[in-house]
């Protein structure tokens, strides 16, 4: 294998096969040790998230496979929290892509003065930033998007349309076992021309709570796969 990119949460390696393998890491975004899958750095080390992050992934990238729903998972090693997945390009240097479900986190920080923590965002907020650390993440919308040359209006809009359904799986399969999805963050790429999910589903990019507190991604894992 060799290595062709290091990430916060895992590596990326090319196979001889021409698809690729994501390596799982135990690093998490927060700030001051806290968990937070809104920040942009990892905030701190948990024992065991990156297996329980790959878990999760294969648990819901099974589930859109059954629906229907492509996605660049192959399939997945465990044991070594390894995941084979297509090859697939990233749009710009890489593109976030959050689905609000609540109004919480960085939406209330830059938002707060229009609207309450804990406010549901009825139908669900869809809303993309790059990634570049150094900036902070900045917020890019569909026109931006396209007047960079980033990615069409129309691939735009599969995107937004392939993410509010996969929320909605992905929300519904939680609320079977009484928890409550409040925002859940996504990559996207393109492969053969057709824009696909990538990356991962992971307990370590959803914002999920159960009786009004906040579920950590090691337990969330647990509760959703030990049901």
């Not at 990119?5 to 927060?30: A, I, P, R």
């Not at 650390?133 to 960079?148: C, I, M, R, Y």
Request: charged share 25%; aromatic share 8%.
């Amino acid at each position: 294998m060799n290595k062709i990119y290091e990430g916060k949460t895992k590596d990326v390696y090319s196979l001889d096969n021409g698809n690729v393998m994501l390596k799982f890491k135990d690093d998490c975004t927060g700030k001051d040790g806290v968990f937070d899958p809104g920040e942009n750095a990892v905030g701190l080390t948990i024992e065991g998230i990156g297996k329980a992050n790959l878990q999760t992934s294969v648990y819901y990238f099974e589930m859109l496979k059954a629906a229907g729903i492509k996605t660049h998972y192959v399939s997945a090693d465990i044991e070594n929290a390894t995941m084979e997945v297509l090859p697939a390009t990233v749009f710009g240097h890489g593109l976030e892509v959050i689905c609000r479900l609540v109004a919480t986190g960085s939406f209330i920080r830059r938002y707060g003065e229009y609207i309450a923590d804990g406010t549901p965002l009825e139908g669900g907020y869809v809303e993309c930033t790059f990634k570049n650390d150094e900036k902070g993440d900045p917020l890019v919308t569909s026109e931006g998007l396209a007047a960079l040359g980033v990615m069409s209006e129309e691939m735009f809009a599969s995107m937004k349309e392939q993410t509010l359904k996969i929320t909605k799986i992905v929300a519904d399969d939680l609320k079977s076992i009484g928890l409550d999805l409040w925002d859940i963050k996504f990559e996207f790429g393109y492969n053969n021309g057709e824009v696909i999910l990538i990356d991962e589903i992971a307990s370590g990019n959803m914002r999920v709570y159960k009786d009004g507190k906040i579920v950590e991604p090691v337990e969330l894992t647990k509760l959703i796969l030990n049901r």
